[in-house]
C-alpha cells in the first residue's frame, strides 16, 4: 500500500519536476566552469562566491546566480557566507 501524500509534499514534488530541466542545465553549467570543482577543492574551510569570480575569472551574476541554484537545489551548503 502506497503511502498518500500531504498538499504540501504533492506541490513540492511538482515543482522538483518541473524545475528538473533548469537544475539540469544549471548544474551542467557549473560543471563547464569549474565551480563544482572549486567548492570541492575548498574544502572544509569553503569559498566565498568573491573567491569563485576571482579564481574561475567569472562575472559575479554568474558566479552568484549558479550558486544561488547549487544551494536551493541541495548541491551546496553555505555557513558564514562560503560554500
Do not use: N, W
Request: hydrophobic content about 50%; glycine content about 8%; some cysteine.
Amino acid at each position: 500500500m502506497s503511502k498518500k501524500l500531504t498538499m504540501v509534499e504533492a506541490k513540492s514534488l511538482a515543482q522538483a519536476i518541473a524545475f528538473a530541466p533548469l537544475t539540469f542545465q544549471a548544474v551542467r553549467a557549473m560543471l563547464a566552469f569549474g565551480i563544482i570543482k572549486a567548492v570541492d577543492e575548498a574544502g572544509p574551510r569553503g569559498i566565498s562566491v568573491a573567491e569563485l569570480e576571482r579564481k574561475l575569472k567569472l562575472p559575479h551574476y554568474t558566479a552568484a546566480t549558479l550558486t544561488e541554484a547549487g544551494l536551493t537545489c541541495g548541491i551546496f551548503e553555505e555557513a558564514s557566507g562560503r560554500l
